[in-house]
């Protein structure tokens, strides 16, 4: 009978947190996300493994060093303009003017398109640069050349924002698998005709642009559902004094995200520097396996953040806690349950799938997993915290994490092997979800206007 009414209790408990129908719905459009950047990944393992096998992996290695170099500029330069796009339009004064809207995206569609030249421009000068101390030659400077078009072009947050405040999650989910597709036609075409690394560099730059085309094509749509103006045909006449504090929003929230960047990019070369080759190895097939849990963390963000936002500015402040606090438990027994069937199967599974070599990857995959459950859990806070306005703090702790990040991995590594790295990410995690915790508390509890209740 305890045992009856235990279980009773939780279902009631599960029920409960999604018996809010905008929860639901949410939470529908959580798993479309997901399910849809598992089958991207799984398309492009598919195009990967083609032109490892057509190039071999001398050839490939510069491939890999190619894409490398255009997604570190990438990733360090690009703007995440989709959250100051949402957080400024969903204030009520300017989401209902199709006109200000239409200035907004304006506004956005020029920073993101500033910043992917700037970042095309500092792959060709940087990786000109690098070229001979990756391996590479400075003759083989034409092959940043043939991928600069790819990341010049390459824009995302305007796209990103009109989707996702027009609720557009299943198109957001899917658009990514034509490109993937193509990318495997092609890519099989260049193997069966013997084709060199120029080619297939070509390639992916190809199929790079013909998914930004599909992406703008779709905001574009989005926009008209959403009676927004032509961005095109607005002017940039007192744009910034009609959006006063959006450089600086998106300034923090870039910084955040470069920030990011360096402990999700510079963690595996750590590893081979301090752990040798072998280690890293090991560490990235750990890292690819949690990867897919922790797509589930940043789907949230971008599911929950436009109706956090939202219902900030029309201050419905209680609905904003109950949304995050539910949406953290739910992602928490995701986690747990994660950890809990890693714990069991987790190592034949490794030993059946990679052959006994590779056990070592069975305690790197659980503490990654531990890392990620802290990821997951604070993913909604951090949503809550830029939908309250408060992404100088969000960058001030993604400093204060990212420090202790580096500092746990330089002392870590050396002792403790490849699985020092994860040691730092759990670290880094547990004092961001932590941290994130208390400052929302702190800004939650301070003086404010009357709350709007929801109707």
């Known amino acids: 009978m305890a045992a009856n009414m235990m279980a009773g209790s939780f279902q009631q408990r599960i029920n409960g947190l999604i018996a809010n129908d905008m929860l639901r719905s949410r939470l529908g459009s959580i798993a479309h996300l997901l399910t849809g950047s598992v089958a991207v990944a799984a398309l492009m393992l598919v195009s990967t493994v083609i032109a490892a096998r057509a190039l071999g992996p001398a050839a490939y290695g510069v491939l890999a060093i190619v894409l490398t170099?255009?997604?570190?500029?990438?990733?360090?330069?690009?703007?995440?303009?989709?959250?100051?796009?949402i957080r400024f339009g969903t204030q009520e004064e300017v989401e209902g003017n199709p006109q200000l809207m239409a200035q907004l995206f304006l506004f956005g569609l020029l920073l993101d398109v500033?910043?992917?030249?700037?970042?095309?421009?500092?792959?060709?000068?940087?990786?000109?640069?690098?070229?001979?101390?990756?391996?590479?030659?400075?003759?083989?400077?034409?092959?940043?050349?043939?991928?600069?078009?790819?990341?010049?072009?390459n824009i995302r947050g305007v796209p990103t924002a009109a989707l996702r405040m027009a609720g557009q999650f299943?198109?957001?989910?899917?658009?990514?698998?034509?490109?993937?597709?193509?990318?495997?036609?092609?890519?099989g075409a260049a193997y069966l005709a013997g084709a060199n690394i120029a080619t297939f560099l070509a390639i992916w730059m190809a199929a790079q642009l013909i998914d930004t085309a599909i992406f703008a094509w779709l905001a574009k749509l989005a926009l008209e559902k959403m009676g927004v103006a032509n961005p095109f045909k607005a002017g940039v006449d007192g744009m910034t004094g009609r959006f006063p504090g959006f450089m600086g929003f998106a300034w923090s929230t870039n910084a955040s995200s470069a920030l990011r960047t360096l402990t999700q990019e510079a963690d595996t070369l750590l590893v081979a520097a301090l752990a040798g080759p072998s280690g890293a190895g090991f560490y990235h097939i750990a890292k690819r396996f949690a990867k897919v849990a922790q797509q589930v963390g940043q789907h949230v963000q971008a599911v929950i953040y436009p109706d956090l936002s939202?219902?900030?500015?029309?201050?419905?402040?209680?609905?904003?806690?109950?949304?995050?606090?539910?949406?953290?438990?739910a992602l928490g027994a995701i986690a747990l349950a994660l950890i809990a069937g890693t714990w069991l199967v987790g190592k034949p599974l490794v030993q059946w799938t990679f052959g006994a070599d590779f056990e070592l990857v069975f305690p790197l995959l659980l503490t990654q997993l531990v890392a990620v459950m802290f990821i997951m859990i604070g993913a909604p806070s951090r949503s809550t915290m830029l939908a309250m306005n408060r992404p100088t703090v969000v960058l001030g702790i993604a400093v204060a994490?990212?420090?202790t990040f580096f500092a746990v991995a330089l002392t870590a590594l050396p002792v403790y092997g490849a699985i020092g790295a994860n040691y730092a990410h759990i670290a880094f995690s547990a004092l961001t979800v932590v941290a994130l915790e208390i400052a929302f508390r702190i800004s939650y509890s301070a003086p404010r206007d009357d709350e709007v209740r929801a109707i």
Not at 123 to 143: C, I, K, T
Request: hydrophobic share 60%; glycine share 6%; net charge positive.
């Open 310 to 329: 939202r219902m900030w500015a029309r201050k419905q402040f209680t609905n904003v806690r109950a949304i995050k606090f539910k949406v953290q438990a």
């Open 114 to 153: 500033g910043c992917a030249l700037l970042a095309a421009a500092v792959m060709l000068g940087a990786g000109y640069l690098l070229l001979e101390h990756v391996g590479l030659q400075s003759e083989d400077f034409y092959l940043l050349a043939i991928f600069a078009p790819a990341i010049a072009f």
């Open 69 to 85: 170099i255009g997604r570190i500029c990438e990733r360090l330069l690009r703007f995440e303009s989709w959250q100051p796009l």
């Open 170 to 187: 299943k198109r957001l989910a899917y658009f990514k698998l034509f490109s993937a597709v193509l990318r495997i036609i092609m890519a």
């Open 401 to 403: 994490a990212t420090i």
